[in-house]
């Protein structure tokens, strides 16, 4: 084979393999595989177990670093005609709820639980 011939293998051979290398998909940063933490996951528990009774009021569950719950409590309109108590048991009727569920999961770090208001 001529040295010519040989470069030429040379050089394709090398254009391929540059090809066949930059084929390989480099993923974006929102394409990256994601596992949830365990606060995290505490938080999606409560989300989707939480029985909502009453068509006034709904909570949803926030995890907030690094051991921290916050329940956002929404009151509707509804709300307003009840009990001024009803909104702290509500309260309090959550945090248990968080409580149970991370007891549930064997959760042995101290987690914090706050509670926040909203109204519409």
């Known amino acids: 084979m001529s040295t010519v011939k040989k470069r030429l293998a040379l050089a394709l051979s090398c254009v391929a393999a540059v090809a066949l ?7 974006s940063s929102w394409e990256a595989p994601y596992t949830p ?17 009453y068509e006034f009021v709904h909570s949803t569950y926030l995890a907030e670093s690094p051991n921290k ?10 709300a307003k005609t ?3 108590g009803l909104r702290k048991d509500v309260a309090e009727a959550a945090k248990e709820y968080v409580r149970d569920t991370a007891q549930a999961m064997h959760w042995t770090e101290p ?3 706050a509670t926040t208001e909203v109204f519409h």
């Not at 290398?21 to 993923?27: H, T």
């Not at 996951?41 to 409560?46: I, V």
């Open 111 to 113: 987690v914090e639980i």
């Open 82 to 84: 009840v009990a001024p």
């Open 21 to 27: 290398l930059g084929a390989a998909r480099v993923q």
């Open 37 to 53: 933490t365990r606060l995290e996951w505490l938080a999606l528990e409560c989300n989707l177990n939480h029985p909502q009774r």
């Open 69 to 78: 719950i916050n329940v956002v409590i929404t009151f509707g309109e509804k």
